[in-house]
């Protein structure tokens, strides 16, 4: 009998087909990244606050203490300079210095009084300081110097400093102190003591 070759039937499929062997997954490893920079975030804002609360405190202290230092010097300079007139004067045997006006009002610094500039005023007495006779306050503004009237022919000495704002605020001082954060305020001395001056600067 012609027809098509016979072919043999496939196999049938296994009831229960072998199944893989489960091999277990190894743990994935967490990323550590974002904590970190959480934590980095943080620590910057800890650091900011922590700085801005420092600087809060401690800058303006130190400020204050700078200025207070340069007020210091100004007040020791003005000191030094009058000692060192008084030698100048002394060597000269001039009269005591008695001053024409009544200094328990106020004091004119012009008024009966010669200005004298400060590199005349440093010839003069230039032999009785230990070093170069300062010109300048402690904030770097320069020292006025005048010589008032007196009884007799020993005239008397006027120093004043601008203080910190360079600018002098009259030519009239009332007698006595005042705040001394006011670093803007004029330091006055005259006859041997200070007039007008921050309290608490003078030791």
């Given amino acids: 009998m012609s027809g098509s070759p016979s072919h043999p039937a496939p196999p049938p499929p296994p009831a229960n087909p072998p199944q893989a062997a489960w091999e277990p997954r190894p743990p994935q490893k967490k990323s550590k990244g974002p904590l970190w920079i959480i934590l980095g975030v943080v ?3 800890g650091l900011i606050s922590f700085g801005g609360c420092f600087a809060a405190i401690f800058i303006p202290n130190f400020v204050d203490a700078l200025q207070k230092a340069k007020q210091k010097r100004t007040v020791a300079d003005m000191r030094m300079i009058s000692e060192a007139y ?3 004067l002394l060597d000269r045997a001039a009269p005591a210095n008695i001053y024409q006006g009544d200094l328990s009002v106020s004091l004119d610094v012009e008024e009966g009084t010669n200005f004298v500039s400060p590199e005349e ?3 003069m007495v230039s032999e009785y ?3 170069d006779m300062p010109v300048a306050d402690g904030w770097e503004n320069p020292l006025e110097f005048y010589l008032a009237d007196r009884v007799g022919d020993a005239p ?3 120093i004043r400093s601008t203080g910190r704002d360079g600018i002098f605020e009259s030519t009239v ?3 006595g102190s005042y705040d001394p954060t006011e670093y803007d305020n004029d330091i006055v001395w005259t006859e041997g003591d200070f007039y007008y001056w921050p ?3 003078i030791p």
């Fill in 173 to 175: 001082y009332p007698q």
């Fill in 86 to 88: 008084s030698m100048y």
């Fill in 121 to 123: 005023f440093s010839q």
């Fill in 199 to 201: 309290s608490g600067a």
């Fill in 129 to 131: 300081m230990t070093g």
């Fill in 43 to 45: 620590g910057c804002f």
């Fill in 156 to 158: 008397g000495l006027i």
